[in-house]
């Protein structure tokens, strides 16, 4: 008699766990109805993180502040070399800026590095040199010649 009553007891130890692998398995079933997965194809630049980036802050409530800080470390990083290719190209092409004052600020820009620490900011000075370089009335001529040299989409 006592061994009716463990295999009753064994029995319902298994119908529970089956229940409930298969409420895990419907749930599983329905999220991946509901998942969408996409093969993004390009190539370098042409916008594939840009996309992903656009879905998280639609889809998933944006970024934490720790992905925002982490994202102002690349756009400080990206604005220096932006400067850095430019200026490279100037001397590479022997155009120089046509404000004298430029010059100074290029020679600033190609020995600053970025601190790696998110919560450090700029210099201040960086975004004068950049801003002054960028406003100097020889740099479209440097732009016209884009194709010979790498700058990053987003820079013009």
């Given amino acids: 008699m006592g061994n ?3 295999s009753n007891s ?3 130890e298994k119908k ?5 692998i298969d409420r895990k398995l419907e749930e599983d079933s329905r999220r991946l109805r ?8 390009g190539s370098g630049e042409s ?3 840009t996309i992903v980036k656009q ?6 409530n944006g970024y934490s502040m720790e992905e925002l800080a982490l994202y102002r470390l690349t756009i400080y990083k990206n604005l220096v070399d932006c400067s850095k290719a430019l200026i490279g190209a100037m001397r590479q092409f022997e155009i120089e800026p046509a404000n004298p004052g430029n ?8 020995e600053y590095i970025v601190d790696p620490d998110p919560q450090t900011p700029l210099d201040t000075k960086v975004g004068q040199a950049v801003t002054a370089l960028w406003q ?9 010649r884009q194709s010979e040299y790498y700058l990053m989409d987003s820079a013009p």
């Fill in 136 to 144: 100097d009335a020889n740099v479209p001529a440097v732009l016209e």
């Fill in 34 to 41: 509901r998942e969408c997965k996409i093969l993004l194809l």
């Fill in 10 to 12: 064994e029995e319902l």
């Fill in 4 to 6: 009716c009553f463990s």
């Fill in 16 to 20: 529970k766990r089956s229940q409930m």
């Fill in 55 to 60: 879905m998280k802050i639609i889809h998933q």
């Fill in 47 to 49: 916008g594939k993180s």
């Fill in 103 to 110: 010059t100074r600020f290029a020679d600033y820009l190609l």
